[in-house]
Nanobody
């Protein structure tokens, strides 16, 4: 049974930090490109960041570049998203996803973690 389980969503103040985790099971984790996506109310889901199977390639959306860091621990089958200098516009439900290649659509999705940035 394939599972992607996000954790760490919370309410934080603008300028604050938050770390999300996504624990994977049921598939060959290191063979997959992992990514984080987010969706705000009334908006389309957007790609936030992705990381290659062994962490050699990482990319970020312009809106989060310099503030967010994606990482993974293949021994723990977990991908992380460290979020710093949070802004109200970062408020969204954050999802992790797994795909076999950059050119393919995500094969597996997590259930989402809610992040609210507000004073």
């Amino acid at each position: 049974q394939v599972q992607l389980v996000e954790s760490g969503g919370d309410l934080v103040q603008p300028g604050g930090s938050l770390s999300l985790s996504c624990a994977a099971s049921g598939f060959a984790f290191s063979n997959y490109v992992m990514s984080w996506h987010r969706q705000a109310p009334g908006k389309e889901r957007e790609l936030v960041a992705y990381i290659s199977g062994f962490g050699g390639t990482r990319n970020y959306a312009d809106s989060v570049k310099g503030r967010f860091t994606i990482s993974r621990d293949n021994a723990e089958n977990t991908v992380y998203l460290q979020m710093n200098s949070l802004k109200p516009e970062d408020t969204a439900v954050y999802y992790c996803a797994a795909r076999i290649t950059y050119g393919s659509a995500p094969r597996y999705w997590g259930q989402g973690a809610r992040v609210t940035v507000s004073s």
